[in-house]
């Protein structure tokens, strides 16, 4: 019979990571891209939105898992979501209130549309076209949802991006301890402390990248890009490697 394959990689330490520093990239570098080469949010979202899709394209044409393609497909939707959130946010005018509802009802329409077709939201159970569709369609509402959640408290309540950093931290934590500590649902647990490492990663973005007047650290969106970028393409390379090792003799088949 022949071994059907996970298109997604095993929820890891190593995959919560490089997803957090993946989101503080999207944050980074859509800021970067926008506003400092001055490309505007119109045209950087056609481009990125561009590169999206040829990565996609990519993606499912591998029709497995292969670390390279996966977290490339991150980064880009990273980036693409929080330009959404941006455009709507700065070119039309949508309140940074408005925008988490919406997302949040985009978000659990597209998860019981997912469920209602596959009786399953899990990870590990990404190992068809149909699945994987609904799986990054859903990644892409969580970084748009996460952009505007953190901006939300960041800017508009006026918590400022440590503060915001520490309650997504401490809501992420409270997750993990349902979890591991009182029996919550796994495939719940996952896709909660999905959603809450996007404005997490944001807001640690922002810290770094932001002015001192802005209350960030003033490191600069490229440096800041260029560090978690650099972390993550080191790990992404050990975990190829690491794919590719035989399985030890005992577990082989």
Same mark, same amino acid.
Do not use: C
């Given at each position: 019979?022949?071994?059907?394959?996970?298109?997604?990689?095993?929820?890891?330490?190593?995959?919560?990571?490089?997803?957090?520093?993946?989101?503080?990239?999207?944050?980074?570098?859509?800021?970067?891209?926008?506003?400092?080469?001055?490309?505007?949010?119109?045209?950087?979202?056609?481009?990125?939105?561009?590169?999206?899709?040829?990565?996609?394209?990519?993606?499912?044409?591998?029709?497995?898992?292969?670390?390279?393609? !996966? *977290? @490339?497909?991150?980064? =880009? &939707?990273?980036?693409? %979501? $929080?330009?959404?959130? #941006?455009? /709507?946010?700065?070119? +039309?005018?949508?309140?940074?209130?408005?925008?988490?509802?919406?997302?949040?009802?985009?978000?659990?329409?597209?998860?019981?549309?997912?469920?209602?077709?596959?009786?399953?939201?899990?990870?590990?159970?990404?190992?068809?076209?149909?699945?994987?569709?609904? !799986? *990054? @369609?859903?990644?892409? =509402? &969580?970084?748009?949802? %996460? $952009?505007?959640?953190? #901006?939300? /408290?960041?800017?508009? +309540?006026?918590?400022?991006?440590?503060?915001?950093?520490?309650?997504?931290?401490?809501?992420?934590?409270?997750?993990?301890?349902?979890?591991?500590?009182?029996?919550?649902?796994?495939?719940?647990?996952?896709?909660?402390?999905?959603?809450?490492?996007?404005?997490?990663?944001?807001?640690?973005?922002?810290?770094?990248?932001?002015?001192?007047?802005?209350?960030?650290?003033?490191?600069?969106?490229?440096?800041?890009?260029?560090?978690?970028?650099?972390?993550?393409?080191?790990?992404?390379?050990?975990?190829?490697?690491?794919?590719?090792?035989?399985?030890?003799?005992?577990?082989?088949?």
């Amino acid at each position: 019979m022949k071994k059907v394959l996970n298109r997604v990689p095993e929820v890891t330490g190593s995959f919560w990571i490089i997803k957090v520093l993946a989101t503080t990239v999207g944050e980074t570098a859509a800021d970067y891209l926008s506003v400092t080469l001055n490309l505007g949010l119109g045209i950087t979202s056609y481009i990125m939105s561009g590169l999206l899709l040829i990565a996609l394209w990519n993606q499912f044409r591998l029709k497995r898992y292969v670390p390279v393609s !996966y *977290w @490339v497909v991150v980064v =880009f &939707t990273s980036i693409t %979501g $929080t330009l959404i959130t #941006d455009r /709507l946010v700065d070119e +039309l005018g949508v309140s940074l209130m408005t925008t988490t509802i919406v997302f949040s009802v985009v978000l659990l329409v597209v998860f019981a549309l997912w469920y209602l077709k596959e009786k399953t939201l899990a990870m590990h159970s990404i190992n068809t076209a149909k699945r994987e569709l609904f !799986y *990054w @369609v859903a990644i892409l =509402f &969580t970084f748009a949802l %996460g $952009t505007a959640t953190g #901006d939300l /408290l960041a800017e508009a +309540l006026k918590l400022g991006y440590a503060q915001s950093a520490l309650i997504f931290g401490v809501l992420i934590g409270i997750v993990a301890g349902g979890y591991y500590y009182f029996r919550m649902n796994a495939v719940l647990a996952f896709w909660i402390a999905y959603i809450l490492t996007r404005p997490l990663g944001a807001s640690v973005g922002d810290l770094l990248s932001q002015p001192a007047k802005n209350g960030g650290f003033g490191l600069g969106t490229v440096e800041t890009s260029m560090l978690f970028l650099s972390i993550i393409v080191s790990l992404v390379i050990y975990l190829s490697l690491k794919q590719k090792q035989p399985a030890p003799i005992d577990q082989q088949d």
